[in-house]
């Protein structure tokens, strides 16, 4: 009995611990999986915009509870290889088009764990080639 009432805190610890931790992997993910989907989208679309592109990486975020509160910072950008001239449309091999889409998150655990910080930033950025533009 001694046994259980000294073990049962750092159990109870350790589970909360690791679906915290779980939940900031999932966060983690959909952010990956924001990113990539919305670059893919303005890739493949013959006429991308920017407000259809974060749509579609806000779409691919929406499915994990708790990636409203905050929403993530979706920006995108659509230029050449060096990320500030203007495409050309169409896209030639010796000037090529670029999506970048660039999401990232603050993320706070359920609590304040002792000796560990509480707040993340996740941010990840996708860049893909477009077809055409």
């Keep these: 009995m001694v046994e259980t009432a000294l073990m049962l805190p750092i159990l109870v610890f350790l589970i909360l611990a690791g679906g915290d931790m779980a939940r900031g992997y999932a966060i983690q993910i959909a952010i990956q999986n924001g990113a990539r989907a919305g670059a893919e989208a303005a890739a493949i679309d013959f006429t991308p915009t920017a407000v259809e592109t974060e749509a579609r990486a806000r779409d ?44 990232a998150m603050t993320w706070r655990t359920i609590t304040a764990w002792p000796l560990i910080p509480n707040t993340f930033l996740f941010d990840r950025a996708t860049i893909m080639r477009m077809l055409s533009y």
Excluded: H, K, Y
Excluded at 92 to 101: D, E, H, Q, R
């Design 60 to 103: 691919e975020m929406s499915r994990p509870p708790g990636m409203d509160s905050p929403p993530p910072t979706v920006t995108v950008s659509i230029a050449q290889a060096d990320g500030t001239t203007a495409c050309v449309s169409p896209p030639t091999l010796a000037n090529p088009c670029f999506a970048t889409v660039e999401v």
